[in-house]
């Protein structure tokens, strides 16, 4: 179980950096980010939630990556995808159109692609916790290098998850 649990971690590690770097990266990736949450969370202040979103997401990178935080890191890292997996949901039943700045690339049009990745990362976060919590062998050396190349592999599906989708979803007929 505590490879799980590394795994998991390092998974949610790797995608949330993404996300706190994405938005940090320029004064203008981040004026962006923050003109975009209107449209997933009306009605509260764009500025405190655009503030508090990044500390968020540096919260659970930096929780997850210390042993006796992990669980709490995990715990965060479920409840802030949860969050915004409501958010969207919310948006896309009112019919408004927004703008997903999620991990700080491009706009993307919001849609069910990132309920489905925030669902699944939702899950590696609860299995994460639950193997973490469980979790009572050391890890050895050989299945540490395992896991972490499982995360980056998982990480970088999640990161490019909108973009694998486009590619490997059909659209269908009109």
């Given amino acids: 179980m505590q ?5 998991a971690r390092c998974t949610l590690e ?3 950096l993404v996300a706190v770097i994405g938005k940090a990266r320029s004064p203008k ?3 962006e980010f923050r003109a ?5 969370a009306p009605g509260l202040p764009p500025a405190a939630v655009s503030a ?3 500390a968020a997401e540096a919260a659970i990178v930096v929780l997850a990556a210390i042993g006796p935080t992990a669980p709490a890191g995990l715990a965060l890292a479920g409840a802030v995808l949860l969050m915004f997996t409501a958010a969207i949901v919310r948006t896309l039943r009112a019919g408004r159109q927004a703008t997903c700045r999620c991990l700080g690339g491009g706009p993307a049009p919001l849609g069910r692609v990132q309920v489905v990745r925030n669902l699944a990362l939702a899950v590696v976060a ?4 639950s193997a ?3 979790a009572t062998a050391p890890v050895h050396p050989g299945g540490a290098v395992v896991a972490v190349a499982a995360a980056g592999v998982l990480g970088a599906v999640f990161v490019f998850f909108a973009e694998l989708a486009d590619l490997l979803i059909v659209p269908s007929p009109r």
Avoid at 3 to 7: E, F, G, I
Avoid at 126 to 129: D, K, S, V
């Fill in 3 to 7: 490879y799980v649990a590394l795994a």
């Fill in 36 to 40: 975009s949450v209107p449209g997933l």
């Fill in 29 to 31: 990736a981040f004026r």
């Fill in 132 to 134: 973490q919590l469980t």
């Fill in 52 to 54: 508090a979103v990044p």
């Fill in 126 to 129: 609860a299995a994460g916790l």
């Fill in 14 to 16: 790797l995608v949330f």
